[in-house]
T-cell receptor
């Protein structure tokens, strides 16, 4: 079982809906990440949080809004998405962005379909 | 811009065979290289992490090597098993904030 838990596992939403993806880890990690993965493609970084502060935004459209309410939780708020946003959204965590020997731990992802 | 390539894109081998997966990257200024496996529809599982100052890492039947100067890494899997069937991804960390650039992946199938 993965130590990073993502909910929901599957989500279908219309282009006018507002929904949120949730991610939780209890490993004491202080860095958390959102990745987007399209079918048969490698994951692409979206956001990085370090000590609950946003440190990287990879020019992601504003219809994706991340939130890190505490060191264990990471949310991704979705609004007015497009069908091309359909993908597997992966959350990951690591000890710290400053540790170069700290592997990333991934959750199983949320499969998002935008209709 | 860092680019990471994996060869082959797909590989099918009979059970018990030893195999090598390849990863190459264009910018040798990396902090580490990580190997992951991904099962269909699932997240990524970390297999091995090699720091830039290291040459190899081993875990069970897996051995990963790193030649930073030539921009190459290999993942050696000994005595392959059907349970090893998955997509294997390498990723390099460059710059700050643990930003990883992933390779294109190798889809491995181990047959009985």
């Amino acid at each position: 079982d993965t130590e990073v838990t993502q909910t929901p596992k599957h989500l279908v939403m219309g282009m006018t809906n507002k929904k949120s993806l949730k991610c939780e880890q209890h490993m004491g990690h202080r860095a958390m990440y959102w990745y987007k993965q399209k079918a048969k493609k490698p994951p692409e970084l979206m956001f990085v949080y370090s000590y609950e502060k946003l440190s990287i935004n990879e020019s992601v459209p504003s219809r994706f809004s991340p939130e890190c309410p505490n060191s264990s939780l990471l949310n991704l708020h979705l609004h007015a998405l497009q069908p091309e946003d359909s993908a597997l959204y992966l959350c990951a965590s690591s000890q710290s962005t400053a540790f170069y020997n700290s592997p990333l731990h991934f959750g199983n992802g949320t499969r998002l379909t935008v209709t | 811009k860092q680019e990471v390539t994996q060869i082959p894109a797909a590989l099918s081998v009979p059970e018990g065979e030893n195999l090598v997966l390849n990863c190459s990257f264009t910018d040798s200024a990396i902090y580490n290289l990580q190997w992951f496996r991904q099962d269909p529809g699932k997240g990524l599982t970390s297999l091995l992490l090699i720091q830039s100052s290291q040459r190899e890492q081993t875990s069970g039947r897996l051995n990963a090597s790193l030649d930073k100067s030539s921009g190459r890494s290999t993942l050696y899997i000994a005595a392959s098993q059907p349970g090893d069937s998955a997509t294997y991804l390498c990723a390099v960390q460059t710059g700050t904030a643990s930003k990883l650039t992933f390779g294109t992946g190798t889809r491995l199938q181990v047959t009985l």
